[in-house]
């Protein structure tokens, strides 16, 4: 076996949300809040190299603006990282995100290779990171990353029932 293989095997990154996660996480919120008021889903990414700290991409949905279906707030912080390290490898960074990705962005996760994923409220409808699906861990895969769950998920979950109570009563 190839040792990068092993290394990619042997990465785990459950464990404890550090201070950094914490405060990506209230970033990643004010980011959600921009877009609701723009009219998207309030979710909220961002990516970071992990040893650092630095913030290599930002992100929040976007799909009602751009009229573009992809347009994930983890899919848009994903892109501008690699664009912003020149490379589709995301192994030394974190992904932090208001909600559980969905499959479309657990995908793309593990196709970045992203290192660590930390997210607040879990998507018992959509989720891909552990709750209708774990994508991000799927042994067949030739990359994993287990996800840190819950981090600020009261505020990232109350974010969302505003909005989509709002939503609704109009």
């Known amino acids: 076996m190839k040792p990068f293989r092993r290394y990619l095997r042997n990465r785990r990154s459950d464990g404890p949300p550090t201070p950094t996660d914490v405060a990506m996480m209230e ?5 959600a809040r921009m877009a609701a008021e723009s009219g998207e889903v309030p979710v909220g990414a961002v990516v970071y190299e992990t040893e650092t700290g630095r913030v290599l991409g930002e992100g ?3 799909r009602e603006c751009d009229a573009d279906p992809s347009a994930h ?8 990282a690699c664009k912003a390290i020149g490379d589709w490898r995301l192994n030394r960074c974190t992904l932090v995100v208001t909600l559980e990705p969905c499959a479309m962005c657990a995908g793309l996760i593990v196709n970045a290779r992203v290192g660590r ?4 409220a879990t998507d018992p409808k959509a989720g891909a990171s552990g709750s209708l699906y774990r994508l991000t861990e799927d042994p067949r895969l ?3 990353v287990t996800p840190i769950t819950g981090v600020l998920a009261s505020e990232s979950a109350a974010l969302l029932r505003s909005f989509f109570r709002a939503r609704r009563s109009r």
Do not use: K, P, Q
């Open 27 to 31: 970033r990643a919120l004010e980011l």
């Open 60 to 62: 929040s949905n976007r």
């Open 73 to 80: 707030a983890e899919h848009l912080a994903i892109v501008r």
């Open 117 to 120: 994923v930390v997210y607040g």
């Open 142 to 144: 030739n990359h994993r």
